[in-house]
């Protein structure tokens, strides 16, 4: 043997132990607790659909799959802590649209938005609807078109911070009118909408998964849904087109995200663990009550995820770079 095969052999043998080991893992797991980081407050509409997502992946695994709220900056916070963990199927994310507005939204981040991640399948689709606080001066969308003219600032909105869902949304809607209002950033929608109920903040426009609840117990105004078409969950609140704003058109979506580098038989098995979650007619029931669905089982996978999610960051950069709104 010469002296360079004696050299090359160990290392061979080493990549290949490494190799086996890295499958023996994949294979066995989850052996241990896996963790979904949720990049907003608990109580809102991201949280309910991971909460509601996790529990039913957790019997698919054997595992529990808990939570963590990481929220703050739009969604970024939550987003950059997945993006840095230990890319061994343990740490995982589920974010919304966000992720596809904050490459072109944020100029500086700490974490790279877009090959930081592994898409593992896409989760739901979701409407959002505009609210308003209960003694609102304005009974209908008419009615706060009128009013949010006439006020301008003195109208407060609600968001979860630059990216987020409802801040993207209350772009669109100040944008279609051609109004600025004053807008105030939560850690998400959950606690807004606490204060929403409380009367501290006037508007919000928010994902059906937190407000339909709040519509349905008559604690805020509902003043329209932004799909084509009226919910089944919501059948007396109109769409935005039937209320007076033609064309005013938002849906929000859900995915799973593992860290770059994350092996990818694990990453099939979760794939697998979701699509098994999104299957199960309680999750759908649940899901159709909070006016959403689960998407077909061929988009929850990683290349649907990808090719979706990449589609939709070349979408919302011209708009964002029109707009000029950018976080640093
Ligand atoms: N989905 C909300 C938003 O983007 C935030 C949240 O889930 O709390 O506005």
């Known amino acids: ?6 050299r090359i052999l160990p290392a061979l ?19 241990r607790t896996v963790t979904v980081v949720v990049p907003f407050a608990a109580g809102g509409p991201t949280d309910t659909v991971a909460r509601l997502v996790a529990e039913q992946m957790g019997r698919d695994l054997g595992q ?11 969604g970024t916070l939550g987003a950059q802590r997945t993006a840095v963990a230990r890319p061994d199927g343990y740490n995982l994310l589920i974010h919304h649209i966000g992720m596809s507005t904050i490459p072109t939204l944020y100029r500086r981040l700490a974490y790279d938005p877009i090959n930081g991640f592994e898409p593992v399948g896409l989760i739901t689709e979701v409407p959002m609807t505009i609210i308003g606080k209960r003694n609102l001066p304005a009974n209908n969308l008419q009615e706060l078109v009128t009013l949010v003219r006439r006020e301008g600032q003195g109208i ?63 604690t805020v105004r509902a003043y329209a849904v932004t799909t084509p078409t009226r919910l089944s969950a919501l059948p ?15 849906s929000i979506w859900h995915g799973l995200y593992a860290p770059r580098g994350t092996p990818a038989e694990i990453v099939t098995r979760l794939s697998r663990a979701l699509q098994v979650a999104l299957r199960d007619p309680g999750l759908a029931r649940r ?11 061929e988009r929850a996978t990683p290349a649907a995820h990808r090719a979706f999610w990449q589609a939709d960051i070349a979408r919302w950069r011209p708009v964002i770079q029109a707009a000029g709104q950018f976080a640093d």
């Open 236 to 250: 007396d609140l109109p769409t935005a087109s039937e209320a007076g704003m033609p064309g005013f058109e938002v």
């Open 13 to 31: 043998a080493a990549l290949a132990l490494g190799a086996t080991a890295t499958s023996a893992s994949a294979q066995n797991f989850p052996t």
């Open 64 to 74: 529990t799959v808990v939570i963590e709220n990481v929220g703050g900056a739009g």
């Open 156 to 218: 407060n909105l609600a968001n979860a911070g630059v990216g987020a869902a409802s801040h993207l949304c209350g772009l669109l809607f100040q944008s279609a009118l051609n109004v600025q209002l004053t807008t105030v950033p939560y850690r998400g929608t959950g606690p807004a909408m606490n204060d929403l109920v409380g009367g501290t903040v006037d508007l919000m426009c928010d994902q059906t998964t937190n407000t339909t609840e709040q519509i349905r117990a008559n």
């Open 1 to 6: 043997m010469s002296r360079l095969t004696r």
């Open 287 to 297: 899901f159709q009550d909070l006016g959403t669905e689960p998407v077909a089982q």
